[in-house]
């Protein structure tokens, strides 16, 4: 998290005059349970297969939260 807020703190401070809407993550959803479902295994790291349904939504839970607490403090 904090890696990502630095790397966005960099861009807002090159690009902040050029920029007039941010986004700081687009579809997190996405990105975190594309990773992990079994059903939706095409976005690294691709652990849905081998594990069980309420591992994958435990682990795709967990990315989500921290891409949004990621976005939060960047916020």
Same mark, same amino acid.
């Given at each position: 998290?904090? +890696?990502? %807020?630095?790397?966005?703190? =960099?861009?807002?401070?090159?690009?902040?005059? =050029? @920029? =007039?809407?941010?986004?700081?993550?687009?579809?997190?959803? @996405?990105?975190?349970?594309? $990773? +992990?479902?079994? !059903?939706?295994? @095409?976005?690294?790291?691709?652990? $849905?297969?081998?594990?069980?349904?309420?591992?994958?939504?435990?682990?795709?839970? !967990? @990315? !989500? =939260?921290? !891409?949004?607490?990621?976005? %939060?403090?960047? +916020?």
């Amino acid at each position: 998290i904090r +890696y990502f %807020v630095r790397f966005a703190q =960099k861009v807002f401070e090159k690009l902040g005059k =050029k @920029v =007039k809407f941010w986004a700081t993550l687009n579809e997190p959803n @996405v990105f975190a349970f594309c $990773g +992990y479902l079994p !059903l939706h295994c @095409v976005f690294p790291p691709c652990h $849905g297969g081998p594990l069980s349904w309420s591992r994958s939504w435990k682990e795709g839970a !967990l @990315v !989500l =939260k921290h !891409l949004m607490m990621a976005h %939060v403090q960047t +916020y």
